[in-house]
């Protein structure tokens, strides 16, 4: 019973290792979208069997992180480009929402969470370190959204902005001035201050100014990436 359980747990242990090597390599772009995850070569870089290698695919694969097809290959998700329209209505929604949610909801530990990950957002800004900005961004938001208290909501936004970390990251990346005082760390205290406040309609209207800026700029540099490198 007791090595059973010991195995177990391991297994476990082994499983969230291998899956949190892959979200932080899939989020990153190190394994690009569409790329083949070899099992195998996994299995030797890793030091383990494939079984808690499996179990972590299928945990990426409930994120919308790879695909596993029918052949038993599994893939990094592609990025979605012919419905970004309806992601990007979507990630709008889910900032509205998840904010107006905190104003209602937040607790004091709440906001302290809130404003560290408004801090390590600054920093990164401040340090030019864009990767970092990126990952930053999406733990802020997503802090706003545990401080509203509904986990369906928080499981849903955590997806769509690991998406669009993925595609900040294809196009924001290069082009990205840590110019100060930076817009998004001005639009983020103005949020944090009508959170606090709780003034839903404020926070309303800025989380949605605020999603409707980055998809503008993502769409942006989409357009542009189009202009200077056409498909053939």
Same mark, same amino acid.
């Given at each position: ?5 010991? &195995?177990?747990?391991?297994? !476990?242990?082994?499983?969230? #290792?291998?899956?949190?090597?892959? %979200? ?9 979208? !569409? ?14 069997? *494939? ?20 052949? *038993? ?30 104003? &209602? ?14 801090? &390590?957002?600054? %920093?990164?800004?401040?340090? !030019? ?19 509203? !208290? ?9 997806? #769509?902005?690991?998406?669009? %970390?993925?595609?900040?990251? $294809? ?34 209207? $800025? ?18 990436? *189009? ?6």
């Amino acid at each position: 019973m007791t090595d059973t359980t010991e &195995t177990d747990r391991k297994r !476990g242990s082994g499983a969230r #290792l291998v899956y949190d090597t892959l %979200r932080d390599e899939i989020l990153s772009l190190t394994l690009a979208p !569409g790329e083949t995850i070899d099992e195998a070569a996994l299995a030797d870089r890793l030091s383990m069997s *494939r079984t808690p290698i499996r179990e972590a695919l299928v945990r990426l694969a409930a994120d919308g992180l790879v695909s596993m097809l029918p052949n *038993r290959s599994t893939i990094v998700a592609p990025i979605d480009f012919l419905n970004l329209p309806q992601f990007f209505d979507a990630l709008t929604l889910m900032y509205r929402v998840t904010t107006r949610l905190a104003a &209602t909801n937040h607790t004091p530990a709440d906001l302290e969470a809130i404003q560290a990950r408004q801090t &390590t957002f600054a %920093r990164a800004v401040v340090a !030019g370190d864009s990767m970092a900005m990126i990952a930053a961004n999406r733990d802020f938001h997503l802090t706003i959204a545990e401080a509203g !208290g509904n986990a369906y909501y928080n499981q849903l936004f955590a997806r #769509l902005l690991d998406e669009g %970390r993925r595609i900040l990251l $294809l196009y924001y990346y290069p082009s990205f001035e840590s110019r100060l005082p930076h817009p998004y760390i001005l639009e983020h205290e103005a949020i944090i201050a009508a959170v606090t406040a709780r003034n839903i309609d404020e926070c309303d209207r $800025l989380a949605r100014d605020h999603a409707d800026q980055i998809v503008a700029q993502i769409q942006s540099l989409i357009a542009q990436d *189009r202009r200077q490198h056409p498909p053939l």
